[in-house]
């Protein structure tokens, strides 16, 4: 396992910079055995140093590219591949271990895919809000995947909302709830987003 102070979501990319030893020793015995690790948001406490609390909702990640450096820190792209959820964390020997299961998204419903192109949009209009204030952000005309379940991975990746908000959507128990609940996320997002405008634009 590797605790992060961020949220790793399905289909989106994690690069990474390994340099503890003992994460050095996880991404070895990881490329020797099947390529995946589980990664998780650490709720309280620091990525460095261990003695963290780790959130039981995580995302199993697929090593994609690995390169170990002349020091021996590593530099790692990996995948998010699918939800898990930890039922029994394991002492930190090596490194974090835990025992997971997969936590897979229900199949949505009709009416769950019909809410997308409305969150789609309103995402699309908080990133052009972001980039005309001068955020760093993705761009708002990003292409997102035709799977209505990666898509709300997605959007909820994307989304500039909190840390611990996107904790709660990647845990969100069906599709039509992550949806909802990002929706009402963005609406706070934009209401925010606007105010900043009006004053850039007073300040102008």
Known sequence: MFPLGSVLFPSLVLPLHIFEPRYRALISDVLDGDGEFGV????RGAEVGG?????AVGTAARVHEAEELPDGRWAVVAVGVRRIRVERWLPDDPYPRAEVVDLPDPVPSASEVAALPEVVSRLRGALARSAELGDTTTPATIELS????????????LAPIATIDQHALLAAETVGLRLARLQGLLDEAIEVLDLRLAAAHRDD
């Open 146 to 157: 035709e799977d209505p379940v990666l898509v709300s991975h997605q959007a909820s990746a």
């Open 40 to 43: 998780c948001l650490i709720e």
């Open 51 to 55: 003695d963290d609390v780790r959130t």
